[in-house]
């Protein structure tokens, strides 16, 4: 199991926990007013009246994108109207971590419920192991429709098999990206379209049905482009232009992406058939660290995410400040769906604080990086998961402690009062908490067991575009 309850006690909550991540007043008024409102205020909402609904689920992810450069979350340039306006209108997370910070191995366990080492895709090019159980396949098996559409390479079918847990799943990646000769994703505007054409199609043909519906922009995945049409409302100076003003760009487009994707899917039902998920596979260090990108390092920067869950009418409008992962979205999902998970999944539901009740106790959070992307081994147990095991972390409320296996490298931080990660508090006499170790020991032993699974030889293009994307060595 990848999460701990050393500490499962209910915390006290604290308001200074909430400041260094919500930094700035929101430029939206209304919305940082509902993001202060807290849980305490989702405590006092009167419990949504219990029902058999099967609400349609749409979840939408977005590629390396910063919680903290979202106008919800803070931040001072408009980048992102329409996600802010989205994640006001439900249970907004304030603090959310990736398991991992790399794309495959994020949404994988995003989907199953199950973190990386347990579901075995833990670096680009390593697949899931076939035949787990995840949300659109039980669901699917419960009677919705199911369908992904995804913008990124390193999610294709033969890479991760995700595709094999969903009913359709839209690989159509026109563009290219880093001057490749491959086409290596979809555009926002490509990626819309398509899942707009399924939905509509979905609602001609068989109406009835709820549909999971999982759409996965590209936008802001480095190198990040320059959209001039944004510039003027970002203040983007042009004849200055710097990496994080293009970042920033790329958020303003694909929020327009995300405009018109749910604008379309609204016209086909009502708000309170609609379960709307709004999060991201990881973050994105913009220099911190001296690090541009992600996957490599467990600081905050490509660790946390953005996570809000919306459904008009059933989830009131609200924040929560305890610690949540991409792992609580399963069983949380299965919850407010009234469906039971097809096994034990590592996450916590947040179900009962969405209708009104109390969020689930904090407890400490595992967290892995690994090495980028495999060629893909000729033989089996050629130890690529275990080999490629980076660091291992634990965030236990406020302190957070990462363990670099390369150098043996111990880092602590609290990050209320360190909220960049610059203090480190070890010291010669410290060592790793039990909680660290824990995590260590279970992650490492999980991967010498998926050693056992032969690693799939890659084809030539898809060779090829791992290099062109940076992430084979
Ligand atoms: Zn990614």
């Not at 895709?121 to 396949?137: C, H, I, W």
């Not at 610690?323 to 919850?335: E, I, R, S, V």
């Amino acid at each position: 199991m990848c999460e701990l309850e050393y500490n499962a006690r209910p915390r006290r909550r604290d308001d200074r926990l909430r400041k260094p991540y919500i930094r700035k007043k929101s430029w939206i008024a209304e919305i940082a007013a509902i993001a202060a409102i807290g849980v305490p205020a989702l405590l006092a909402a009167p419990p949504a009246a219990a029902g058999d609904d099967r609400p349609s689920v749409l979840v939408i992810t977005v590629d390396a994108l910063r919680a903290d450069h979202l106008g919800i979350y803070g931040y001072s340039r408009p980048t992102s109207p329409t996600i802010d306006r989205l994640m006001s209108e439900g249970l907004l997370f304030e603090r959310a971590w990736t398991p991992e910070p790399l794309t495959g191995p994020a949404m994988c366990s995003m989907l199953t419920g199950m973190p990386p080492h347990l579901h075995a895709a833990t670096r680009n090019g390593l697949r899931m192991e076939a035949g787990l159980d995840s949300l659109p396949k039980t669901l699917a098996g419960k009677g919705w429709s199911t369908a992904g559409f995804i913008g990124a390479w390193t999610l294709k079918n033969n890479l991760t098999l995700l595709g094999d847990h969903f009913e359709t799943y839209g690989e159509r990646l026109r563009r290219r990206r880093w001057f490749g000769v491959l086409n290596s994703e979809a555009s926002g505007e490509d990626l819309t379209d398509d899942a707009l054409e399924w939905a509509e199609r979905h609602h001609e043909k068989d109406g009835e049905r709820p549909f999971f519906l999982w759409v996965h922009y590209i936008e802001p995945h480095a190198p990040y482009r320059f959209h001039k049409e944004y510039a003027e409302r970002l203040g983007v100076n042009e004849d200055k232009l710097t990496r994080v003003d293009r970042y920033d760009t790329e958020i303003a487009a694909v929020d327009e992406s995300i405009r018109r994707l749910l604008e379309g899917i609204k016209k086909l039902m009502a708000d309170d058939n609609l379960l709307i998920v709004f999060t991201a596979d990881h973050g994105e260090s913009l220099g911190e660290h001296n690090y541009w990108g992600h996957g490599r390092y467990l600081y905050e920067p490509s660790l946390r995410i953005p996570l809000g869950i919306v459904w008009k009418g059933r989830i009131r409008p609200g924040a929560a400040s305890s610690q949540a992962t991409l792992l609580d979205l399963a069983p949380t999902l299965f919850d407010l769906v009234g469906v039971a998970a097809a096994g034990e999944l590592a996450g916590r539901s947040w179900a009962t604080a969405a209708r009104g009740g109390e969020a689930p106790p904090e407890r400490t959070h595992c967290y892995q990086a690994h090495r980028g992307a495999v060629h893909g081994g000729t033989h089996d147990n050629d130890q690529k998961r275990s080999k490629g095991l980076l660091s291992v972390g634990v965030i236990d409320g406020d302190r957070k402690e990462i363990l670099r296996i390369i150098g043996k490298e111990h880092l602590s931080f609290d990050l209320a009062e360190d909220p960049l990660e610059l203090d480190n508090m070890v010291t010669i006499d410290s060592s790793p908490s039990d909680a660290l170790l824990e995590c260590l020991g279970s992650v490492s032993q999980a991967l010498g067991a998926l050693d056992r699974l032969a690693t799939q030889k890659l084809d030539d293009e898809t060779v090829e575009q791992l290099k062109a994307l940076g992430y084979l060595e």
